[in-house]
């Protein structure tokens, strides 16, 4: 279907279930005028009669486990309603072009580029090639395509808008020559393949599963390469909640270090008893260790270890508590996270620029509004800056949202649902 047909379809409803499903009934207008805008620069910078389809990759949260992912721990996480969208057709020329609305083009031959380029780590065009690197890899065909991309899930925002991009590529290759074929569980481990090899970026496996899975997820990584994948079927909209996103505004550059070494030091740990990551550890050896591990590696480096251990626990609480509708239970050990976060892990601001600290202000502020009602709120993502997750009623969502954009700037305050898709083809 060329690109004038493709809009009819979107205008008289043919993608509307779709859409109910990825975006909410309420938000169809908003999802057409969206879909219509991309479909028409697809159009613009590519050409209008090629055929052409639409995918969909959701943003993630990470509703427990705060940096456990890395080493081998457990998390529990969900795809939200703010996504990725592609307009996407094939091409048999080897080559792979992607336009993202803001960005330049990046133009990727897949039968030249296919081993990590130092030169290019920390590109979207060495995401692209890795995962075409990926895919063969592991068995899978790769060919060339054209894209435009537009996305709502903000960069910097924890949200995982590098894990839905990989995602994506992973999952236009899959539907364009693997017959969708490729699940979305291996374009996941693909996927952090590609950022670790070719990107460059030391990172775990939570965000680009919990993008491409759909709905809310509890994931075992202790064998990473089959990690151990469990739905949890909870409705926050039915239970009477919103999951808010508050972005402060923070200045995420040269934050590689501080990212880095939070999984540096809890490998460093589990390495003085002989194991590369601290789920082969056990916790009472740590804590008999710790005189020689603060001569060794530091107190931060201890503390960090523990949260891991302990938020290990808490993963497990919190999943248990969905699955059984104890949402008290839930959100007891969402603040306790919070707190571990702030007081152990230390991953709330960074020690570069202790004035700016955007996200110990947006949780002080929530605590303020929040305590004392069945409310959370807690660091969301990588953390030292950008985003706060918090679990509010409803009811109170419009006079929480108004506060947080008095302080953080208009819109500061994405009130979210979660959704049941995670990579799709929607056309």
């Known amino acids: 279907m060329n690109c004038a047909s493709l809009i009819e379809n979107v205008k008289c409803g043919a993608l509307d ?30 050409g209008g009669d090629r055929d052409v389809s639409i995918f969909t990759v959701a943003g993630r949260s990470e509703l427990s486990g705060n940096h456990t992912d890395h080493n081998c721990g457990c998390v529990v996480a969900a795809s939200i309603s703010l996504d990725i969208i592609a307009i996407a057709s094939p091409t048999d020329d080897g080559v792979i072009k992607v336009l993202s609305e803001g960005f330049d083009e990046d133009f990727v031959c897949i039968n030249e580029y296919t081993s990590p380029i130092e030169a290019k780590f920390g590109t979207s065009e060495s995401i692209i090639a890795g995962m075409c690197a990926g ?31 990989e995602d994506m590529i992973g999952t236009i290759e899959s539907h364009f020559y693997n017959d969708g074929g490729v699940d979305n569980v291996e374009i996941a481990k693909l996927a952090q393949y590609a950022e670790n090899k070719f990107f460059g970026k030391p990172c775990g496996l939570m965000d680009q599963v919990a993008c491409a899975v759909g709905g809310i997820v509890a994931i075992d990584f202790k064998d990473t390469k089959n990690p151990i994948i469990t739905p949890v079927p909870f409705d926050f909209t039915s239970a009477g909640y919103n999951l808010c996103i508050i972005s402060t505004g923070g200045n995420h550059a040269d934050l590689t270090d501080d990212y880095a070494s939070i999984p540096y030091e809890m490998k460093s ?4 008893f002989g194991k590369s990551v601290l789920r082969e ?28 251990f302990n938020e290990n626990k ?29 007081c152990y892990l230390q991953n709330v601001y960074t020690t570069k620029n202790v004035s700016e600290q955007g996200l110990s202000l947006a949780l002080c502020l929530a605590e303020k509004i929040l305590e004392n009602r069945c409310e959370a709120w807690r660091v969301h993502g990588g953390g030292f800056a950008g985003t706060i997750q918090a679990f509010v009623k409803n009811k109170n969502v419009a006079a929480f949202k108004t506060a947080m954009d008095n302080i953080f700037g208009n819109g500061a305050c994405m009130v979210l649902n979660i959704r049941s898709v995670g990579a799709a083809k929607v056309f």
């Open 281 to 308: 550890v056990d916790e009472n050896d740590v804590i008999a260790a710790i005189p020689a591990l603060r001569e060794k590696l530091g107190d931060r480096a201890i503390m960090r270890a523990l949260h891991f």
């Open 17 to 46: 279930a779709k859409m109910t499903e990825l975006y909410g009934k309420e938000n169809i207008s908003a999802a057409h005028e969206r879909y219509i805008k991309a479909i028409e620069k697809f159009a613009e910078i590519y």
């Open 314 to 342: 808490r993963v497990a609480a919190q999943k248990d508590a969905l699955l059984n509708g104890d949402i008290e239970e839930f959100f007891d050990n969402v603040c306790a996270s919070g707190r571990s976060s702030f």
């Open 269 to 272: 740990v589990a390495a003085h």
């Open 135 to 165: 895919f063969r890899m592991n068995g899978h065909k790769v060919g060339g395509f054209v894209a435009y991309t537009t996305s709502n899930v903000l960069k910097g925002s924890g949200m995982s808008s590098s894990a839905a991009f």
